[in-house]
Nanobody, 120 residues
């Protein structure tokens, strides 16, 4: 089994930056795609950014040019660098990963979520 633990959320003023981290641990054979989702009150959870095992990235239009996703294969960690933050970026951010373990095969795992609040 595997677990995802996020860190790095907080309160920041508009125009500021935050860096989110998500570390996977457990009996991991391989991590395929990793990504960050967010959910604001009253809204559905949306995919913000994703990165494949090969390093290809994808972003929702609203964050292109401001956010950057990356991963450290040795540390089983994915990062989300968020710059030029806007109040509309305020949400709970969730890490997601497709992880292969001996016990469960490949399945999606979710982190517990970390709050990002951007003040105007």
């Amino acid at each position: 089994q595997a677990q995802l633990v996020e860190s790095g959320g907080g309160l920041v003023q508009a125009g500021g930056s935050l860096r989110l981290s998500c570390a996977a641990s457990g009996s991991i054979f391989r991590i395929d795609a990793m990504g960050w989702y967010r959910q604001a009150p009253g809204n559905q959870r949306e995919l913000v950014a994703s990165i494949t095992y090969g390093g290809s990235t994808n972003y929702v239009d609203s964050v292109k040019g401001r956010f950057s996703i990356s991963r450290d294969y040795a540390k089983n960690t994915v990062y989300l660098q968020m710059n030029s933050l806007k109040p509309e970026d305020t949400a709970v951010y969730y890490c997601n990963a497709d992880i292969l373990t001996a016990r469960d095969g490949t399945r999606k795992y979710w982190g517990q979520g970390t709050q990002v609040t951007v003040s105007s």
